[in-house]
């Protein structure tokens, strides 16, 4: 296939054909013999070149191809960025993936506040590990800190109490946002709340936000806070998020 400089010169050849064409029939038939010429030797120079496995072609090259392959017309020009369409407007997409920017493990980065062991009189070297422990079928995914019945529990630290919540399972329980609401705290097992507290209130750290009990499924000889935490969606429910084992952080 003739690259642009050659279309050039063939479309040069031909005009002077038409120049030409009134100089009589002499003239005419040279021209002629010009122009298949010029073809055979656009044709032969291009056959040698694909033969011979000549350089690759250049963008521009590809593009002029381009042209006399699409046959309706429409041609993307070369190095075009990639586009996705959104409804009637063209969005450009990205060469690569942003590169995400990684910061502190979750129980390391909360290691640094210095959380406090949410059950007053209860010590870190006193925890024992339970986060992947079996429960019911399923994995704990927390922390069960024993205590006697109506010590009083703590906030780890400041927050919003984001939900007061009974169910089954965990009985009557606290679902604390931090105060960047990234991560929540979860006491459950409760006896009951400390009087007054309500959803929404903001709590400092250390606070008595309620008391130790057996409620939900807690075996009703063995009282004590089930303690758990979570780092919080984008959208900050306070029932979904990552687990993180309080172990880590408390100990």
Known sequence: ??????RSAVRDTIRTFA?????GFLAGAFVVAAIVWQFGNVIGTRAASDSAGSRPRSAVERW?????DA???????????????????????PASPPVAVMGPPPAEALERRDLLVPVDGVNPDDLVRSFADARGGRKHE???????????????????????????????????????EQYCYYYAHLERYAQGLGEGD???KGQVIGYVGTSGNAPKDTPHLHFAIFKLTAEKRWWEGTPIDPYDVLH
């Open 64 to 68: 002029v191809d381009g042209i006399d």
């Open 19 to 23: 120049a030409g064409a009134g100089c």
């Open 71 to 93: 046959g309706d017309g429409v041609i993307e020009a070369p190095d075009r960025p990639e586009v996705a369409t959104t409804g009637t407007a063209e969005v450009a997409r």
């Open 202 to 204: 903001k709590i400092q």
């Open 1 to 6: 296939m003739a690259g642009p400089r050659q």
């Open 142 to 180: 927390a922390l069960d800190i024993l205590a006697p019945r109506n010590t009083p529990v703590k906030a780890v630290e400041g927050g919003k109490i984001a939900r007061l919540f009974s169910s089954k399972a965990g009985g009557i329980t606290i679902y604390q946002f931090d105060p960047s």
